[in-house]
């Protein structure tokens, strides 16, 4: 057993406090191994931004959950070495059971989301409540989600949004004590977020269901997932050195930065990073046919995930520069 402050690691709680403040959002940036998490460190230290690193239950089936566990602390004596200062939680994505949330919490997460948002309303109370007790006896921040994201939400698989019911979320958020809620508000996981043909006709966030939540639950964290933008620059990278990803569209970057104005305080982007380093390893193998060391392609792609994840802190989040006021 290890609590999280021995690892130098931070709850959500004073970043959430002041991204409210602010008005800006946390990035929740999802790790599997360890190029990802130098880009996180190096990316969030340079632009002192809070960060989230996010462990899903797909990072652990790859990585081994003692290793990402390891990462995690490694990530943070990385940042002090580099002479960084900036809060760090690590964070349990999407969690799916009380026992998993609880062997995060004793292996040193700060922050772990129970994802009950599939089960009835009255059983996702249920699990939220015990993971709440046993987290916060622990200090330890708690996600919960109520609504379905389409596409792939952990199980579930939707073809239709079950948008978050704004009328519920009061109950929820006093019945459970969670300390940040994830809405569904139009927002999918992956790389295919609608059914258009074109840019254009991406169908705007239900800002309406947005504002409504954030009237009912005043100063409270509301969480995003599913935001990555699919940067076109990526995509037609891929595409060009033999990728195949049509039709892939995300949540254009100005509607998230609306969303910050509306107060959402952490923004879950995974997808983004994902397609940067394929762009790179594709582009650089197919340039460099010789080529066979691993750094070879896999740094270059590690200083490209760097730019983006400085340029999202900066022009999308606001998270850039917000680290000292935490
Ligand atoms: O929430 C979804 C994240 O993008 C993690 O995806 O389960 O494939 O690691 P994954
Ligand atoms: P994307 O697939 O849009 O990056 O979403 C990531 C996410 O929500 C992780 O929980
Ligand atoms: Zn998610």
Do not use: W
């Not at 704004?166 to 809405?183: H, K, M, N, W, Y």
């Amino acid at each position: 057993m290890v609590s999280f402050k021995e690892l130098g690691l931070s709850n959500t709680k004073k970043m959430f406090k002041i991204a409210l403040e602010r008005k800006f959002a946390v990035p929740g940036y999802n790790i599997n191994n360890l190029e990802q998490l130098q880009a996180i460190i190096i990316g969030c230290g340079e632009s002192e931004s809070p960060v989230i690193i996010q462990i899903s239950q797909g990072a652990r089936n790859y990585a081994n959950q003692t290793m990402l566990q390891y990462l995690g602390e490694g990530g943070v004596e990385m940042a002090k070495e580099l002479g960084f200062n900036f809060p760090i939680a690590l964070h349990l994505d999407h969690g799916n059971s009380f026992e998993l949330c609880k062997s995060c919490i004793d292996s040193g997460f700060s922050s772990v989301m129970f994802d009950g948002s599939h089960l009835p309303y009255e059983d996702n109370i249920k699990v939220t409540q015990q993971v709440v007790e046993y987290a916060h006896e622990r200090d330890v921040s708690v996600e919960a989600e109520l609504g379905v994201l389409a596409g792939i939400e952990e199980d579930v698989k939707s073809d239709v949004h079950i948008y978050t019911e704004p009328g519920q979320v009061e109950d929820f958020v006093s019945r459970t004590g969670c300390d940040s809620l994830a809405i569904a508000i139009g927002t999918s996981h992956g790389a295919y977020k609608f059914k258009v043909a074109r840019e254009e006709d991406i169908p705007e966030l239900r800002f309406d269901i947005l504002q409504e939540v954030r009237t009912r639950l005043g100063k409270f964290p509301i969480v995003l997932h599913g935001s990555s933008s699919v940067l076109k620059k990526y995509v037609d990278i891929i595409n060009k050195y033999g990728g195949n990803l049509e039709k892939a569209f995300g949540i254009p970057e100005a509607q998230l930065k609306k969303a910050t104005e509306f107060g959402v305080s952490k923004i879950n982007i995974d997808t983004d990073g994902r397609l940067v380093v394929t762009a790179m390893v594709r582009k650089i193998l197919t340039e460099n046919p010789k080529e066979f060391d691993p750094r070879k392609y896999l740094g270059p792609a590690r200083d490209e995930l760097i730019k983006m994840i400085k340029r999202k802190n900066k022009e999308v989040l606001g998270s850039a520069g917000q680290a000292k006021y935490i």
